[in-house]
Each structure stands twice: as C-alpha cells, then as structure tokens.
C-alpha cells in the first residue's frame, strides 16, 4: 500500500467512527491511532480535499462561517474497504536506538546503560498510558462495536512496551560487565 493509499485510510477510517472537522480528524489521528500509527499534517489536508474531490467524503458546513465537517460518503466506506483488504506494505524500520547500540563500542558502554535507562523508562509510561487507555475506555465505550478493535491494538502497544522492557533488562545485564568506556577490559 502505497503512502498517500495509507494516508486515506487512516482518513477515511477515523471518519468511519464519526464526522469531523479537518481540525478535529488531525488531532483524532495525532491523538487516538498516534499510539501505533503517525501521518504528517502535510499529508493529511491535501488527501482530505482529493477525497472530496472523489467523492469520498462529503463537506457539511458547520454553525460558525469557515467551519465544516467532513461525513464519509457510502462510496469512501467502499474505498476504506478496498485499502483496508489490500496486503499490508512493510517499511524498513529506523529505530535510532539500536543504531547507537549497534555502535555502541565507540559510543561507550556508560552512554549505552543510560540509552537503555531511558528506553525502558519511556516504555513503562507507555504501559501506563496503555493500561489507563484500556481502563477508561473500557466504561465510557463500553458496548461499542469498535471497543473489541480499539482493545486489541491497545494490547499490541502494552505487548510492545513490555517486551521493550523485558529486552531492556537483558541487554542491561550484557553490558553489567563492559568498562564504562568501552575499551577491552
């Protein structure tokens, strides 16, 4: 899948969950699917207005002058439809972390404890977050078609977090006995 075909999904599939503002559908997928996927805003306005263009999603102006709402036409459920059945398009990973690691001889074993640290710092929060997500969403959507959907990438990110925790700890205990330098000992 192609990135703008993904773009359009992640439009498209917010507007699904309900009608928004082009404002509201940046903070939406900034907020809610920013825990597992990211789209720049650069993206986000000019694949909003071809849609439109294609009639995929349809302007309702709002109360104020200047304020719309964007609905998902029945033609944009069939799109979302059609991207959503297409196979998932894997991207090489960037992971700045481990590119440090992996030179980390010349980093230092001492910088690469505190890389570490921090990675599984972060990740507790993330589990945190996750389990808070979980929980709140659990009552205030409770008996929602979407909760078992929304549940389930929630689980992928708790997943996530801990086993950056769990491999945080082993390489940890790899480096108890590397000089904080990093030369041979």
């Not at 997928?29 to 650069?42: A, K, N, Y």
């Not at 799109?79 to 990973?93: A, D, G, K, Q, W």
């Not at 389930?152 to 801990?162: K, L, N, P, V, Y």
Request: glycine share 8%; net charge negative.
């Amino acid at each position: 899948m192609a990135r703008r075909s993904q773009t359009e999904t992640a439009i498209l599939g917010a507007l699904s969950m309900q009608p928004m503002t082009a404002y509201a559908l940046r903070e939406a997928i900034r907020d809610v699917l920013g825990h597992f996927w990211s789209e720049s805003f650069g993206q986000i306005y000019p694949t909003l207005g071809a849609l439109e263009q294609q009639g995929h999603v349809e302007r309702r102006e709002g109360p104020r002058a200047g304020s719309s709402t964007f609905v998902i036409t029945e033609s944009g459920t069939t799109r979302l439809r059609e991207l959503l059945s297409e196979p998932i398009t894997t991207v090489p990973p960037r992971n700045g972390l481990l590119l440090r690691l992996f030179f980390g001889r010349t980093l230092g074993a001492q910088k690469c404890r505190e890389l570490l640290l921090e990675a599984k710092a972060d990740a507790g929060r993330s589990l945190a977050e996750y389990d808070g997500l979980a929980r709140t969403l659990s009552v205030e959507e409770e008996g929602s078609p979407d909760l078992p959907y929304t549940l389930m990438t929630i689980s992928a990110g708790r997943h996530s977090a801990e086993a950056v925790i769990a491999w945080a700890d082993e390489a940890l205990a790899l480096l108890e006995d590397t000089p904080a330098n990093g030369e041979s000992q």
